[in-house]
């Protein structure tokens, strides 16, 4: 039934949305994913991890990124103990030379966020459950997949986020007469954004993180 619908009013028959409009966040991702990047001498750039944590049926998904927005899921599992995951990210966090990690501390974060700073590893902690710090985290990711400024390695991880972000959607909804989007996958049993909020985390702290700021052109005047 969903799928003889449009996604505006199966959003609104199947998931409880009374929704204004609907859009695709990532219509267009045929220019994202590559098969390899340049070659660069070791060392030569700063990386960071974006680190979606997973609770229950939900999967941790870990994803690399470098100051030139060159990216790759390095991670994703499920159904692992806390001590086991915490593992698998400070072995990633040195295998990777990783300068900061952004961590979603919503829900189930706050744990590793707190257990990386005691370890004396550089954190950036976000909290998606924050609507509006959500959407400016996802739209810094359109704007870079549509500006060609972020790549993804292709590995076996690539079908899941490419059929993630095919999946991934903003609704418009009108709160107290203002209008918010809140992105999200399909609210259907099965359907993860794990790896597409990974990607988004690590091209934030890409931002905020690892690109230096320009140099500011000195105002001479005589």
């Not at 900061?100 to 004396?120: E, F, H, N, P």
């Not at 909290?127 to 870079?144: F, G, H, P």
């Amino acid at each position: 039934n969903r799928a003889k619908m449009t996604p505006e009013r199966a959003a609104q028959e199947f998931d409880a949305e009374f929704v204004d409009a609907l859009l695709l966040a990532f219509p267009n991702v045929s220019n994202l994913f590559t098969r390899s990047f340049p070659q660069r001498e070791a060392g030569g750039e700063r990386r960071a991890l974006g680190v979606d944590l997973g609770k229950d049926q939900d999967w941790t998904v870990v994803v690399l990124i470098n100051e030139l927005g060159e990216a790759e899921v390095v991670g994703r599992w499920r159904h692992v103990a806390w001590p086991e995951t915490e593992e698998r990210i400070l072995a990633l966090i040195e295998r990777y030379g990783v300068q900061i990690t952004c961590i979603d501390k919503a829900y189930v974060g706050s744990y590793m966020v707190d257990r990386l700073k005691a370890l004396g590893k550089n954190v950036l902690d976000v909290a998606t459950s924050s609507r509006q710090l959500k959407a400016r985290i996802v739209e810094t990711l359109r704007a870079d997949v549509q500006g060609a400024s972020v790549q993804v390695l292709e590995n076996e991880f690539s079908d899941q986020l490419r059929y993630e972000l095919s999946r991934f959607q903003g609704t418009q909804h009108v709160v107290h007469g203002r209008v918010e989007i809140r992105y999200e996958c399909p609210e259907v049993r099965g359907e993860h954004d794990d790896c597409v909020i990974a990607l988004c985390l690590a091209n934030w702290v890409r931002h905020h993180g690892l690109i230096r700021p320009k140099p500011v052109r000195a105002d001479i005047r005589r």
